[in-house]
C-alpha cells in the first residue's frame, strides 16, 4: 500500500512540475540560469541544488549552450519515440520510436551526469519546440503519422549531427567533447536507421 501511495505522489509530482513549466520553455530557462550562473530556483531544472551555487559553473556559455540543447534535443526524440510506438502502423517505425527511446534515455542521463558535475543547469521536461511537434504529429494516424515521424526523424538527427560534430572540433570543454565522441556513433546509427526507412517509403 505504502509503495502504490509513493508511486502516486511520484506521478502527481511529476504532473506538476510539468504543468509548472506550462508557460515557460525549460530549454531557455535552463539558458538563463546557466547565463547568470543561478541554477538552484528552476522547479524543471537538473541541478544539484547542494553544490549549485553562484559563480560555480565551470563551463564557458557556450558549453553550456550545446549541453542544453544536447539534453531538449534528447528529451524530445524520447517522447517522440514514445509516440511512434503507440501511434505508427509499420513496424519498422515502431521498432525505432523503441531505439530512441531506449538510445536516448541512456544518452541522457550521461548529459544529466556531466550536467551535475560540471554544475550546469539542464531541462528536465521538454521544451516549447519539443512540445509543438509532438501536438502536431499527436493529430496525425496511419502512414500520414508515419511519413512526418521519419521526415521529422530525418531532419532531426542531420541537425544533431551537424551540431555534434561542430562541437567536436570546437568545443572548449574536455568532458563535453570526450561526451560527444561518444554519441556521435549512436546518432549516425539512427540517421542511416531511419534514411534507410525514408527511401523504403519514396
Known amino acids: 500500500m505504502k509503495k502504490q501511495n509513493l508511486i502516486l505522489i511520484i506521478v502527481l509530482l511529476t504532473g506538476l512540475l510539468q504543468a509548472c ?21 528552476k522547479p524543471f531544472l537538473e541541478v544539484d541544488s547542494t553544490k549549485a551555487t553562484s559563480a560555480q559553473i565551470e563551463v564557458g556559455k557556450d558549453d553550456a549552450k550545446f549541453a542544453v540543447d544536447a539534453m531538449a534535443g534528447g528529451i524530445t526524440e524520447v517522447e517522440l519515440g514514445k509516440l511512434a510506438q503507440q501511434k505508427a502502423v509499420d513496424s519498422r517505425v515502431k521498432d525505432f520510436g523503441a531505439m530512441m527511446v531506449a538510445d536516448h534515455n541512456k544518452v541522457n542521463q550521461e548529459i544529466l551526469v556531466l550536467g551535475r558535475s560540471l554544475r550546469i543547469a539542464l531541462p528536465v521536461v521538454i521544451d516549447k519546440d519539443g512540445q509543438k511537434l509532438e501536438n502536431e504529429l499527436s493529430k496525425k494516424s496511419g502512414s500520414d503519422f508515419d511519413k512526418a515521424y521519419v521526415k521529422a526523424m530525418v531532419d532531426d538527427h542531420k541537425g544533431d549531427i ?3 560534430e561542430n562541437y567536436a572540433r570546437d568545443g572548449k570543454s574536455v568532458d563535453l567533447v570526450t561526451f560527444v565522441n561518444k554519441t556521435l556513433p549512436v546518432l549516425n546509427k539512427h540517421l542511416t536507421a531511419i534514411q534507410q526507412i525514408s527511401d523504403s517509403m519514396k
Open 162 to 164: 551537424k551540431a555534434f
Open 21 to 41: 513549466n506550462g508557460g515557460k520553455d525549460s530549454k531557455k530557462e535552463a539558458d538563463s540560469a546557466n547565463a547568470v550562473k543561478d541554477t538552484s530556483t
